[in-house]
């Protein structure tokens, strides 16, 4: 089982010198809707397929979330990135849900589309 992260360590990470990759678990339209600051997009069913071009450093500090604690992809994606040898894996289990509640930021695919 990998080790579950708070929102509060997680905004600590989030701002130390040694950021974690944030991982988005969900499907395509709902990390184009909005995903937490930086997030990178891994859906948890194609992490087989992806991970390897999407987090090449296998012994990153990987940090993955999904839509709320009843969700279970981030435990998925989490679980399978560490079959494929990623070392260090933690799951933001509150998640999106978590993170709205207590008024935090989000990014879209639009506001990305629009900077780049």
Not at 37 to 62: C, F, M, N, W, Y
Not at 66 to 76: E, F, G, L, P, V
Request: glycine share 6%; net charge neutral; hydrophobic share 40%.
């Amino acid at each position: 089982m990998n080790r579950l992260i708070s929102r509060e360590e997680l905004r600590t990470r989030l701002s130390s010198a040694s950021r974690p990759v944030l991982v988005e678990a969900l499907p395509e339209k709902y990390y184009a809707a909005k995903h937490l600051p930086g997030a990178l997009h891994l859906p948890h069913d194609q992490v087989d397929t992806l991970a390897a071009g999407t987090l090449p450093e296998k012994s990153a500090q990987i940090v993955v979330y999904c839509a709320n604690r009843q969700c279970q992809n981030s435990h998925i994606a989490a679980h399978r990135l560490s079959v494929l040898g990623y070392t260090n894996v933690s799951v933001y289990a509150g998640g999106k849900q978590d993170w709205e509640e207590a008024g935090l930021p989000f990014e879209s695919a639009a506001e990305i589309a629009v900077v780049a």
